[in-house]
């Protein structure tokens, strides 16, 4: 089947023969959304740009990655700003604030009573510019594993004699199975996908016990095998992500 510019990101990902190849994507995405936001094309001095960011902020994860990332100024324009917006709402929070009274039946039966502004509090933890833009594009290579699982045999067979996915990215494929296959496609599909993420898993186990064995003297002189990174690889495999790569810096 002939590649598509949509379909050539996915593709690359499962050739890069990574644990998972939804890893993979989530690395790129993420390293580019760093770039657009932060990088040397200064989209941070962007007033639209800004608000925007102003508006979702950023999550704990993504604060740290952006403060790794190195460019100091654009931190602090962002933060200005994004600073201006959260006070500015915290005053309006806070003018219309009173305290909820309870009473002593409230307090024997454990009633939780809505408080406004840890509910202010929890919107903000759950909005950041750079998840909610992975969310959306995420979304679509999810529809494009899907539409090239169903029209591409050869994209099919990668993935069947593949690493599979770690954990994490292979219960959002099984979810998004159902809204996107037949009953049929999902029959075929999971015939091929459990025993891939069984055998899978087992090679990783395998790989991680033979490190373990490897502390062992009386192995000190045997082939490692496939096991010199098996505790990155192995914990991919259960969560995802790249527990052993460096931050992602600013390409001066």
């Known amino acids: 089947m002939k590649e598509q510019l949509y379909?050539?990101?996915?593709?690359d990902a499962v050739n890069a023969g990574d644990e998972?190849?939804?890893c993979f994507i989530e690395r790129s995405v993420e390293q580019d959304l760093l770039d657009f936001v932060l990088g040397s094309g200064s989209s941070y001095m962007e007033?639209?740009?800004r608000e925007m960011t102003d508006k979702a902020g950023f999550c704990r994860e993504h604060f740290r990655k952006m403060f790794q990332?190195?460019?100091t100024l654009g931190n602090a324009w962002i933060l200005k700003t994004h600073y201006k917006k959260i006070i500015g709402e915290m005053q309006s929070e806070f003018a219309q604030f009173k305290p909820a009274r309870t009473t002593l039946r409230d307090k024997l039966r454990k009633t939780v009573i809505s408080n406004p502004i840890a509910a202010w509090v929890q919107e903000k933890e759950k909005s950041c510019y750079v998840c909610d833009h992975f969310a959306d594009t995420y979304a679509r290579y999810m529809d494009t594993f899907f539409y090239l699982w169903k029209q591409d045999d050869e994209f099919r067979r990668k993935i069947s004699e593949g690493k599979?996915?770690?954990l994490?990215?292979?219960g959002d494929l099984c979810e998004a199975a159902d809204t996107r296959l037949s009953n049929n496609e999902r029959d075929d599909f999971y015939g091929i996908l459990l025993p891939l993420m069984e055998r899978n898993m087992e090679r990783l186990a395998g790989d991680v016990a033979w490190m373990v064995e490897k502390f062992d003297h009386r192995n000190k002189d045997a082939d490692w095998k496939n096991s010199r990174d098996a505790i990155q690889r192995g914990m991919q495999k259960l969560k995802g992500g790249y527990p052993a790569d460096n931050p992602y810096r600013m390409n001066k």
């Open 164 to 166: 599979g996915f770690c």
């Open 47 to 49: 007033a639209d740009i």
């Open 7 to 11: 379909t050539i990101p996915l593709n």
């Open 168 to 170: 994490h990215h292979f």
């Open 69 to 71: 990332y190195g460019n």
């Open 20 to 22: 998972c190849p939804f």
